[in-house]
T-cell receptor, first 111, second 110 residues
Framework: QKEVEQDPGPLSVPEGAIVSLNCTYSNSAFQYFMWYRQYSRKGPELLMYTYSSGNKEDGRFTAQVDKSSKYISLFIRDSQPSDSATYLC???????????FGRGTSLIVHP | DVKVTQSSRYLVKRTGEKVFLECVQDMDHENMFWYRQDPGLGLRLIYFSYDVKMKEKGDIPEGYSVSREKKERFSLILESASTNQTSMYLCATGDPYEQYFGPGTRLTVT
């Protein structure tokens, strides 16, 4: 079992839909949780960064962490075609510089 | 804004060649990383460096070496390129915990 599991998709949704992207993990020592967005042929860019459990909102994006279930989510409201990309979750232990990445979920938002 | 640049976007090399991939950052970050990204395998850490002239092996260092002579520059070296090293190579910096990625180098070894 990989430390971080993420469904590769693709996930195809109509414009305006609410998107839910998820990751599960097995290492209970993970404390910091990140979401990256990667457009085709580009490097990943950091979208959201959260510590421990709870929710964090930034515009149309909400990151949610449930440490008891070892489950994290990224919600995208009012999805746009420009949101079409691969979304990578990542997480790390406190004091470590090295995150563990999920393999990414491909999202397609069609007009 | 953090800027991480990589020397080439696309590179084609022959088997057995020595290949240099360069990464330069402009934000004075201590930590720098080299990853490769392959379909179905995700991001895999090759090497990282937390200071000038300091380096640590990642998960897949075999066939690679690195050099960090200056803080802003981190080079990945393929001593003798092989076809199984065809991949997307991504450099990242950390400040120290949040990682910022460069645009990537698509390397093809024929």
């Amino acid at each position: 079992q990989k430390e971080v599991e993420q469904d590769p998709g693709p996930l195809s949704v109509p414009e305006g839909a609410i998107v839910s992207l998820n990751c599960t993990y097995s290492n209970s020592a993970f404390q910091y949780f990140m979401w990256y967005r990667q457009y085709s042929r580009k490097g990943p860019e950091l979208l959201m960064y959260t510590y421990s459990s709870g929710n964090k909102e930034d515009g149309r994006f909400t990151a949610q962490v449930d440490k008891s279930s070892k489950y994290i989510s990224l919600f995208i409201r009012d999805s746009q075609p420009s949101d079409s990309a691969t979304y990578l979750c990542a997480m790390r232990q406190g004091g470590s510089y090295i995150p563990t990445f999920g393999r990414g979920t491909s999202l397609i938002v069609h007009p | 804004d953090v800027k991480v640049t990589q020397s080439s976007r696309y590179l084609v090399k022959r088997t057995g060649e020595k290949v240099f991939l360069e990464c330069v950052q402009d934000m004075d970050h201590e930590n720098m990383f080299w990853y490769r990204q392959d379909p179905g395998l995700g991001l895999r850490l090759i090497y990282f460096s937390y200071d000038v002239k300091m380096k640590e092996k990642g998960d897949i260092p075999e066939g690679y070496s690195v050099s960090r002579e200056k803080k802003e520059r981190f080079s990945l070296i393929l001593e003798s390129a092989s076809t199984n090293q065809t991949s997307m190579y991504l450099c990242a910096t950390g400040d120290p915990y949040e990682q910022y990625f460069g645009p990537g180098t698509r390397l093809t070894v024929t």
